[in-house]
Every structure is written in structure tokens, then in C-alpha cells.
């Protein structure tokens, strides 16, 4: 079982930073593939980043890569996205979630099985 309790959303002006925190309650954070995905009302979830077990192996969305950085912590069991020059397309309700699985999936919601409850990100232009 793992649980994920997501943090550090809110409202940023386009241009502006976050970060956001997933703390994670598990005995097997270390061997666990984590990702970030984010939803806006109506539309599908879309997969933002993964990041691999031991963090070597990192993965991004097109409109996000070179402006958001997915890194873990495993020693405080959390999992973090470093999001920088937002723009107002960035804003939605993200979520932090773990891989069944001791590698990375593609980036779709169905490789990923446990999900926090997510936190709002609004960028206003």
C-alpha cells in the first residue's frame, strides 16, 4: 500500500515558480517509479513527469521539458516538481502517483496505480 499526500500548489503569475511535494508513506519508496500528472476540469489526465527508482532515469512531456524538473528524495520519501516560467496552460489540479512497478512506465494513467488527491496549480497571465 501506498499513500501520497501532494503540497505546494497555488496562484502564481505566468512567469513564476513552484514547487511541489509528494510525501510518500511506504517501506518501498526506494524501488518505486513516481510521476506527476495534472488534469483540468473536462479534459483527460495528462502525464507531466516520471522519474525512476535511484532517480537515474527521468521522463517529461513535450510542453513541459527544459521548464520543469521531477526529483526524489529518498531518504524523506518524497518526490518533488520544480516548475519554473509558468504559463496560464499550466494551470490544473496535479497529481502525485507511484508505479506498481520497480521501473518507468510510459506516461499514461493506466501504468500508475496509487494516487494522491492532488493540488491545484493556477497561473494567471
Known amino acids: 500500500q501506498v499513500q501520497l499526500v501532494e503540497s505546494g500548489g497555488g496562484s502564481v503569475q505566468a512567469g513564476g515558480s513552484l514547487r511541489l511535494s509528494c510525501a510518500a508513506s511506504t517501506d518501498t519508496f526506494g524501488r518505486r517509479c513516481f510521476a506527476w500528472f495534472r488534469q483540468e476540469p473536462g479534459k483527460s489526465r495528462e502525464g507531466v513527469a516520471s522519474?525512476?527508482?535511484?532517480?537515474?532515469?527521468?521522463d517529461y512531456a513535450g510542453s513541459v521539458k527544459g521548464r520543469f524538473t521531477i526529483s526524489r528524495d529518498d531518504v524523506e520519501k518524497t518526490v518533488y516538481l520544480e516548475m519554473n516560467n509558468l504559463k496560464p496552460e499550466d494551470s490544473a489540479l496535479y497529481y502525485c502517483?507511484?508505479?506498481?512497478?520497480?521501473?518507468?512506465?510510459?506516461?499514461?494513467?493506466?501504468?500508475?496505480?496509487?494516487w494522491g488527491q492532488g493540488t491545484r496549480v493556477t497561473v494567471s497571465s
Open positions: 522519474i525512476s527508482p535511484g532517480g537515474g532515469t527521468t
Open positions: 502517483t507511484a508505479s506498481p512497478y520497480n521501473w518507468c512506465p510510459s506516461l499514461r494513467p493506466d501504468q500508475f496505480y496509487y
